[in-house]
């Protein structure tokens, strides 16, 4: 170890002062900030990394620091990670979606290190990430609402050009469901006179129950 100590002149006088009787340097470190800080942002994490010396990787411990991009680093939040590894996640449930964050990362020794003893290092370049935004509740109950207006007078619009082309008559449309009961009731096939009113039908109910699903 080594002694240090501060020598002054005081009125006149020297004066010798022992600030560290026993100076061991290993124990008494302040590392550089970690390097080539990056991110990746998804609609479930964010990833950020960032690399420091191969031979210090093992024994230094991290914090990392993020904010929104507009606010000041006094209120930023702080995270450690769970390992020695240099990287870190950030849960997507910790940020707003389409909103620019702003991340760096400082490193020391770990605590759990008996040879070296450390400060916190500066902090590193910055990086900026931001998640990205899933559509709302609302915007789809909007999508939804609006299929159902817009295939309502479609289906009612294509129901009465095809009455209009047919010309059907009152008189039809009664013989034609006075068939469907004799139809229903001795189950004889259909003549092919009465397969368009049967097909109409059908193209009804099949609306009917589109409309039923869309609610």
């Known amino acids: 170890g080594y002694r240090v100590s501060l020598q002054g002149n005081f009125f006149g006088r020297n004066h010798v002062y022992i600030a560290f ?3 061991i340097p290993r ?5 550089d900030p970690p390097l080539n800080i990056q ?4 609609a ?8 420091v010396p191969w031979y210090l990787a093992e024994i230094l411990q991290y914090e990392l620091q ?24 950030i849960e997507a ?16 020794v770990s605590e759990n290190e008996d040879s070296y003893h450390s400060q916190w290092s500066e902090w590193s370049q910055t990086t900026v990430f931001q998640r990205p935004g899933v559509p709302k ?4 109950i909007l999508n939804t609402r609006t299929m159902q207006f817009l295939f309502i007078p479609l289906s009612f619009g294509t129901l009465l050009y095809l009455f209009w082309n047919f010309k059907l ?47």
């Open 39 to 42: 991110s990746n942002a998804t």
């Open 27 to 31: 124990r008494h470190i302040k590392l």
């Open 169 to 215: 008559s009152s008189r039809k449309i009664v013989g034609f469901f006075y068939f469907k009961c004799c139809f229903l009731t001795s189950g004889q096939k259909a003549s092919p006179a009465l397969t368009f009113p049967r097909q109409l039908l059908s193209f009804s109910h099949s609306i009917i129950c589109t409309m039923g699903i869309l609610r």
């Open 66 to 89: 993020y904010k929104e991009y507009s606010m000041p680093w006094e209120i930023a939040l702080n995270k450690t990670p769970p390992s020695s590894l240099p990287q870190i996640e």
């Open 21 to 23: 009787p026993e100076y």
């Open 137 to 140: 509740l609302s915007e789809k």
């Open 93 to 108: 449930t910790e940020l707003r979606s389409d909103i620019a964050y702003i991340a760096r990362v400082r490193c020391k």
């Open 44 to 51: 479930s994490k964010c990833q950020i990394w960032w690399s």
